[in-house]
C-alpha cells in the first residue's frame, strides 16, 4: 500500500456554520452516508437524520 502525507494546509481556518455552513452540512452528510453504507444505519435512521441536519443547516 502506498504510504499518503499531508503536504500543506491552505486557508487553515475554524469551521463553524456561521462560516461554513455549506461545507459543515456537506461534510456531516457524508458522514451519515458513510454510517449508511457500514450497515451502522438503517435507511430510515439516515433519512431521519439527514432530515434534521437539513434543518439544523437551512
Known sequence: MDEITL???EN??????KTD???LYEFQKAV???LL?????TEM??????K???RQNF
Open 7 to 9: 503536504k500543506a494546509i
Open 12 to 17: 487553515d481556518h475554524r469551521i463553524t456554520r
Open 21 to 23: 455552513s455549506e461545507f
Open 32 to 34: 451519515l452516508l458513510a
Open 37 to 41: 453504507e457500514d450497515g451502522a444505519l
Open 45 to 50: 435512521q439516515y433519512r431521519y437524520a439527514e
Open 52 to 54: 434534521k441536519l437539513r
